[in-house]
T-cell receptor, first 112, second 112 residues
Framework: KAGVTQTPRYLIKTRGQQVTLSCSPISGHRSVSWYQQTPGQGLQFLFEYFSETQRNKGNFPGRFSGRQFSNSRSEMNVSTLELGDSALYLC???????????FGSGTQLSVL | DAKTTQPPSMDCAEGRAANLPCNHSTISGNEYVYWYRQIHSQGPQYIIHGLKNNETNEMASLIITEDRKSSTLILPHATLRDTAVYYCIVRPYTGTASKLTFGTGTRLQVTL
């Protein structure tokens, strides 16, 4: 079974631009969560989607948004990028009734 | 979710058992203890979880004290590939793995 796939692996953007990150969950998983990891703040929960609906949301500004498609693939968008958005963005998938989360390798975003 | 306290770092010789402690003195009756680890440049990986009984799987053993205020993750024969940051997370069972709250974890260094 293929794992969680995130693309791209690395991304460089400049301040003010927007970015879209993609995540393909493990086949059969309907829950997709996104996390931001920075050296200063550690791993922080962004949001979770289940069956195309946002089910949980972390404490991030509205510039961070996401969506989930009918095939469970998810995208995360960050608009008006700031230097502080430089981070590793991790996607994780899971199944209801099973509390294991399976993470991808992440997208390393650098904002210059 | 209950707060957890872990030592920031630990060393272990290859082939020896690695015992990683976690303090969760405010844990409530419906909260489980979860362990994840993150190897450099990868997403976190689920290891094991438990409520009150000791648990063992192919990766590790989890020992929870009788009062449930602390636990220990045991890697019975640590290898260099076990070098990672280990996260102890306490949260209620929700039927999903959504919205995990990661602390700062313990950086385990396995040496020859």
């Amino acid at each position: 079974k293929a794992g969680v796939t995130q693309t791209p692996r690395y991304l460089i953007k400049t301040r003010g631009q927007q970015v879209t990150l993609s995540c393909s969950p493990i086949s059969g998983h309907r829950s997709v969560s996104w996390y931001q990891q920075t050296p200063g703040q550690g791993l922080q929960f962004l949001f979770e989607y289940f069956s195309e609906t946002q089910r949980n949301k972390g404490n991030f500004p509205g510039r961070f948004s996401g969506r989930q498609f009918s095939n469970s693939r998810s995208e995360m968008n960050v608009s008006t990028l700031e230097l502080g958005d430089s981070a590793l963005y991790l996607c994780a998938s899971g199944q209801d009734g099973n509390e294991k989360l399976f993470f991808g390798s992440g997208t390393q975003l650098s904002v210059l | 979710d209950a707060k957890t306290t872990q030592p920031p770092s630990m060393d272990c010789a290859e082939g020896r058992a690695a015992n990683l402690p976690c303090n969760h003195s405010t844990i409530s009756g419906n909260e489980y203890v979860y362990w994840y680890r993150q190897i450099h440049s990868q997403g976190p990986q689920y290891i094991i979880h438990g409520l009150k009984n000791n648990e063992t799987n192919e990766m590790a053993s989890l020992i929870i004290t009788e009062d449930r205020k602390s636990s220990t993750l045991i890697l019975p024969h640590a290898t260099l590939r076990d070098t990672a940051v280990y996260y102890c997370i306490v949260r209620p069972y929700t039927g999903t793995a959504s919205k995990l709250t990661f602390g700062t974890g313990t950086r385990l260094q396995v040496t020859l």
